[in-house]
């Protein structure tokens, strides 16, 4: 058989490759294949087979015949970079953490909210015994996934058991372990479950496992305070406090040197567990040839570049999820009533076993035609369950595993357009927009997430008096669940009822620019904003993040310049330009010696920075510290900014600090007084080099990290971990996996990558910090996107894998 690139030229490489594992390993049916239904429970198997050509930096190639083949490529791959990383996910979607680790410890909160193992095991045992993922997977296509990607899964979960029959653990975290075992194509779906809901049911977890019903004769419970209960929910679904983030800029044609689109991806997200990308190109000749990151234990390329088109996402403003505010029977709380006719809640019992020696842990759950009950948000957003009211949540991703389909579209996708009629088609996106372009010069914005059709119309209708105070301030809607007429409804040109279709979805194409840093669509180009769109979506004519400002600043001026390459691209990533430091940097300066009189040092220190968080500024520490202070709830002022928020120009406001105000002046004192204490406490210098005391160590390496947090604006985001007694010590989350992307007319897209934090979790492999120390010296990988430059890496390595 004879195998083609997308281009129609023929491989021979790949073909004789392939060739050599047709002839070489079992035959599909040595094992038998694993249906997408009835084998979900048993360990994956079935002669798959493919090669794999490493490159520099341990980046894998992945060549197959097939989906399922490139599946099972992709998770022996997988497992060879990141086994104890990804059983551990296994333990958590199976409902096993209490068995192997014990009811009270934590999770990595890379699977769900759960603030203890027996939390989340309730949860995805819950999950898993209601058969959830088994419907979703038995749901004919757009509406469930496709066979495509049920052959992606079912592969992956063969190559991950085969690589763990082939191989020794070494990783120090799992070897040995009881809980590294065999994983089936259920586990892997059960995983995108996961992921899916993150922004919903997994938002609730600890709400959705502790809901009880008031016992009799309880004395009653207050309602919410909607002001305070509204406040709560503004600040937990701000995408801002999220360990999870991004930016991304598409540049059109017209502001590129060769007439072709540029893209920068710039994924904000954990460093540790088990919410890490991977790299890999993932090719079917003939059939995809695709580049780029994915999250662990997803079977295909999410964020990528192909021969003509690019894309990445930003985590999105729009809200997964809503609540229905159930009226009770008063005589019995799990009774409640819509149109005044009575409908019994769903009891799901719950038993955990836990570690050996501890009794199995029974609970119960309560389910209701909108979804689980729910008694909190989080510990700041109670919804507490009383005689008369109890709160429902409705998470529409709870029927969505689509994702891989997207995924699948993006990368078979040859333009622009077709990346948004990948979107259109799938609605498999739970809480990320897309940002594109193509070799043709296009560019593209979509914020395409499967989202609650909750529009601003049936708010008025169907709110509660506190959805009427939490849907303004933060998108999340309350439904007055006794009313039938306040269902969510069904747009025609959706997939699944209850979401909104994609003509409501903001969007804008072909662009000189678009941008996202997680506020909404609204200002995606600053001369061309998004309005329009339903309040779930996200809000308008509101302030912006430094982050988005300072982005907005930084890619509408080279956009203006034109002639942009990926180099551009480039030294935007690195620029580390602080843009809190812009807005009131002048003003602290002037303020400074009549602040801390006698204190001369800190003044210096300041004013000496040159503003950036390059590993070698000196002074960056100290603002640093400052901002975080002026940004604590027990010191910010009322109304701290010189020049106030202007919808009519919300790049430049509000800037300036007013420190001729008494309490804006007090404050900055105050903010001062406390970095300086932080630093010196640490035994840190105020012009200590920000390198010397915010890196990571790696096999005993210290490695300078550049970057800085959300809150000062800078494009390149670190989050790091302080500690009063040492500084900063570990990295948390920040940037990830970067990829700055164009094309010059050839053949090849002309691509810089890295992955910040390296391929491989275990501290034995040889891509454990490769990379990381590429990041520390702000340096990048040369994508090896076609034949000849992979065949033409000095390290190259050829594994041919099989079941």
Same mark, same amino acid.
């Given at each position: 058989?004879?195998?083609?690139?997308?281009?129609?030229?023929?491989?021979?490489?790949?073909?004789?490759?392939?060739?050599?594992?047709?002839?070489?390993?079992?035959?599909?049916?040595?094992?038998?294949?694993?249906?997408?239904?009835?084998?979900? *429970?048993?360990?994956?198997?079935?002669?798959?087979?493919?090669?794999?050509?490493?490159?520099?930096?341990?980046?894998?190639?992945?060549?197959?015949?097939?989906?399922?083949?490139?599946?099972?490529?992709?998770?022996?791959?997988?497992?060879? &970079?990141?086994?104890?990383?990804?059983? &551990?996910?296994?333990?958590?979607?199976?409902?096993?953490?209490?068995?192997?680790?014990?009811?009270?410890?934590?999770?990595?909160?890379?699977?769900?909210?759960?603030?203890?193992?027996?939390?989340?095991?309730?949860?995805?045992?819950?999950?898993?015994?209601?058969?959830?993922? $088994?419907?979703?997977?038995?749901?004919?296509?757009?509406?469930?996934?496709?066979?495509?990607?049920?052959?992606?899964?079912?592969?992956?979960?063969?190559?991950?058991?085969?690589?763990?029959?082939?191989? *020794?653990?070494?990783?120090?975290?799992?070897?040995?372990?009881?809980?590294?075992?065999?994983?089936?194509?259920?586990?892997?779906?059960?995983?995108?479950?996961? +992921?899916?809901?993150?922004?919903?049911?997994?938002?609730?977890?600890?709400?959705?496992?502790?809901? /009880?019903?008031?016992?009799?004769?309880?004395?009653?419970?207050?309602?919410?305070?909607?002001?305070?209960?509204?406040?709560?929910?503004?600040?937990?679904?701000?995408?801002?406090?999220?360990?999870?983030?991004?930016?991304?800029?598409?540049?059109?044609?017209?502001?590129?040197?060769?007439?072709?689109?540029? +893209?920068?991806?710039?994924?904000?997200?954990?460093?540790?567990? !088990?919410?890490?990308?991977?790299?890999?190109?993932?090719?079917? %000749?003939?059939?995809?040839?695709?580049?780029?990151?994915?999250?662990?234990?997803?079977?295909?390329?999410?964020?990528?570049?192909? $021969?003509?088109?690019?894309?990445?996402?930003?985590?999105?403003?729009?809200?997964?999820?809503?609540?229905?505010?159930?009226?009770?029977? %008063?005589?019995?709380?799990?009774?409640?009533?819509?149109?005044?006719?009575?409908?019994?809640?769903?009891?799901?019992?719950?038993?955990?076993?836990?570690?050996?020696?501890? $009794?199995?842990?029974?609970?119960?759950?309560?389910?209701?035609?909108?979804?689980?009950?729910?008694?909190?948000?989080?510990?700041?957003?109670?919804?507490?369950?009383?005689?008369?009211?109890?709160?429902?949540?409705?998470?529409?991703?709870?029927?969505?595993?689509?994702?891989?389909?997207?995924?699948?579209?993006?990368?078979?996708? *040859?333009?622009?357009?077709?990346?948004?009629?990948?979107? /259109?088609?799938?609605?498999?996106?739970?809480?990320?927009?897309?940002?594109?372009?193509?070799?043709?010069?296009?560019?593209?914005?979509?914020?395409?997430?499967?989202?609650?059709?909750?529009?601003?119309?049936?708010? $008025?209708?169907?709110s509660t008096a506190l959805g009427r105070a939490m849907y303004p301030a933060s998108g999340l809607a309350v439904l007055d669940g006794s009313r039938a007429d306040c269902a969510l409804g069904e747009d025609r040109d959706a997939v699944q009822p209850g979401i909104m279709g994609p003509s409501r979805m903001p969007m804008l194409r072909g662009a000189p620019y678009v941008e996202n840093s997680n506020d909404s669509a609204w200002l995606t180009n600053a001369d061309r904003p998004l309005t329009g769109y339903e309040r779930v979506f996200g809000d308008i004519d509101l302030p912006r993040s430094l982050r988005t400002r300072g982005a907005i600043e930084d890619v509408s001026a080279m956009a203006g310049r034109g002639r942009l390459t990926v180099a551009d691209l480039q030294r935007l990533q690195f620029a580390n330009r602080v843009p809190a430091a812009d807005q009131v940097l002048d003003d602290v300066l002037r303020a400074c010696p009549g602040l801390l009189p006698g204190n001369g040092a800190v003044c210096e220190a300041l004013a000496r920075w040159d503003r950036t968080m390059d590993a070698g500024s000196r002074g960056a520490l100290l603002f640093e510290r400052f901002w975080y202070w002026m940004g604590h709830r027990s010191?910010?002022?009322?109304?701290?900014?010189?020049?106030?928020?202007?919808?009519?120009?919300?790049?430049?406001?509000?800037?300036?600090?007013?420190?001729?105000?008494?309490?804006?002046?007090?404050?900055?004192?105050?903010?001062?007084?406390?970095?300086?204490?932080?630093?010196?406490?640490?035994?840190?210098?105020?012009?200590?080099?920000?390198?010397?005391?915010?890196?990571?160590?790696?096999?005993?390496?210290?490695?300078?990290?550049?970057?800085?947090?959300?809150?000062?604006?800078?494009?390149?985001?670190?989050?790091?971990?302080?500690?009063?007694?040492?500084?900063?010590?570990?990295?948390?989350?920040?940037?990830?996996?970067?990829?700055?992307?164009?094309?010059?007319?050839?053949?090849?897209?002309?691509?810089?990558? +890295? +992955?910040?934090?390296?391929?491989?979790?275990?501290?034995?492999?040889?891509?454990?910090?490769?990379?990381?120390?590429?990041?520390?010296?702000?340096?990048?990988?040369?994508?090896?996107?076609?034949?000849?430059?992979?065949?033409?890496?000095? /390290?190259?390595?050829?594994? /041919?894998? !099989?079941?």
């Amino acid at each position: 058989m004879l195998f083609r690139t997308s281009l129609g030229r023929l491989v021979p490489v790949a073909v004789a490759a392939l060739a050599a594992v047709a002839t070489s390993l079992p035959s599909a049916t040595a094992a038998g294949p694993v249906t997408d239904t009835a084998g979900e *429970r048993r360990p994956s198997g079935g002669g798959l087979s493919a090669v794999i050509r490493y490159t520099e930096y341990g980046i894998p190639h992945i060549l197959a015949k097939d989906y399922a083949d490139l599946g099972f490529g992709t998770g022996w791959a997988q497992a060879a &970079d990141q086994v104890c990383v990804l059983a &551990d996910g296994f333990v958590t979607v199976r409902g096993e953490r209490s068995r192997h680790f014990g009811p009270d410890a934590e999770p990595d909160g890379s699977l769900s909210s759960a603030d203890t193992n027996l939390s989340s095991d309730l949860y995805f045992r819950g999950v898993r015994d209601a058969g959830t993922v $088994e419907r979703l997977l038995k749901a004919p296509a757009p509406a469930g996934p496709s066979r495509q990607a049920k052959e992606l899964m079912r592969g992956w979960a063969a190559g991950y058991n085969a690589w763990l029959k082939q191989n *020794r653990v070494t990783d120090p975290a799992c070897a040995g372990a009881a809980w590294v075992r065999p994983v089936t194509s259920l586990d892997v779906a059960g995983r995108a479950f996961a +992921l899916a809901v993150l922004g919903g049911q997994g938002r609730a977890v600890d709400g959705i496992t502790a809901a /009880r019903p008031p016992a009799p004769g309880s004395p009653a419970v207050p309602a919410p305070d909607p002001a305070r209960t509204a406040s709560a929910a503004r600040e937990l679904l701000d995408p801002g406090n999220a360990d999870r983030g991004s930016n991304a800029v598409a540049f059109s044609g017209a502001t590129t040197a060769n007439g072709r689109g540029l +893209l920068l991806g710039n994924p904000h997200y954990p460093w540790h567990g !088990g919410r890490r990308f991977w790299q890999a190109q993932q090719t079917i %000749p003939g059939e995809l040839n695709v580049s780029g990151g994915a999250l662990l234990g997803n079977p295909i390329v999410q964020i990528g570049f192909t $021969e003509r088109t690019a894309w990445s996402h930003t985590v999105a403003t729009g809200v997964t999820m809503n609540l229905h505010q159930l009226t009770l029977d %008063p005589a019995d709380p799990t009774v409640y009533l819509v149109d005044g006719r009575p409908e019994r809640m769903t009891r799901r019992q719950v038993t955990v076993p836990v570690a050996a020696g501890g $009794e199995p842990v029974t609970r119960t759950q309560w389910w209701t035609r909108y979804g689980p009950v729910v008694t909190r948000l989080d510990a700041s957003a109670p919804l507490p369950w009383s005689t008369t009211t109890a709160y429902a949540l409705n998470d529409p991703n709870a029927v969505n595993l689509r994702g891989s389909d997207t995924a699948l579209g993006f990368a078979k996708a *040859r333009s622009t357009a077709e990346i948004a009629d990948a979107l /259109r088609r799938t609605q498999g996106l739970p809480w990320v927009n897309t940002v594109a372009a193509d070799a043709k010069g296009g560019t593209l914005f979509a914020q395409a997430q499967v989202l609650p059709r909750v529009t601003d119309e049936l708010m $008025e209708r169907c709110s509660t008096a506190l959805g009427r105070a939490m849907y303004p301030a933060s998108g999340l809607a309350v439904l007055d669940g006794s009313r039938a007429d306040c269902a969510l409804g069904e747009d025609r040109d959706a997939v699944q009822p209850g979401i909104m279709g994609p003509s409501r979805m903001p969007m804008l194409r072909g662009a000189p620019y678009v941008e996202n840093s997680n506020d909404s669509a609204w200002l995606t180009n600053a001369d061309r904003p998004l309005t329009g769109y339903e309040r779930v979506f996200g809000d308008i004519d509101l302030p912006r993040s430094l982050r988005t400002r300072g982005a907005i600043e930084d890619v509408s001026a080279m956009a203006g310049r034109g002639r942009l390459t990926v180099a551009d691209l480039q030294r935007l990533q690195f620029a580390n330009r602080v843009p809190a430091a812009d807005q009131v940097l002048d003003d602290v300066l002037r303020a400074c010696p009549g602040l801390l009189p006698g204190n001369g040092a800190v003044c210096e220190a300041l004013a000496r920075w040159d503003r950036t968080m390059d590993a070698g500024s000196r002074g960056a520490l100290l603002f640093e510290r400052f901002w975080y202070w002026m940004g604590h709830r027990s010191l910010r002022p009322a109304a701290p900014w010189r020049v106030p928020f202007s919808a009519a120009d919300p790049v430049r406001t509000p800037r300036g600090l007013a420190t001729e105000k008494p309490d804006v002046a007090e404050a900055v004192r105050k903010a001062l007084t406390a970095a300086v204490s932080d630093l010196r406490g640490a035994g840190v210098a105020l012009d200590a080099p920000l390198g010397e005391h915010q890196f990571v160590v790696r096999g005993g390496e210290r490695l300078p990290v550049h970057g800085g947090t959300h809150a000062l604006g800078v494009w390149n985001m670190t989050v790091p971990l302080w500690d009063a007694a040492r500084g900063y010590t570990e990295v948390a989350h920040g940037t990830s996996h970067v990829q700055a992307v164009g094309w010059d007319g050839g053949r090849c897209p002309v691509a810089r990558t +890295l +992955l910040t934090y390296s391929q491989s979790s275990n501290p034995l492999s040889p891509h454990f910090s490769d990379q990381t120390r590429l990041y520390s010296g702000e340096r990048w990988v040369t994508a090896r996107f076609c034949e000849k430059d992979i065949l033409a890496d000095p /390290r190259l390595r050829v594994v /041919r894998v !099989g079941d």
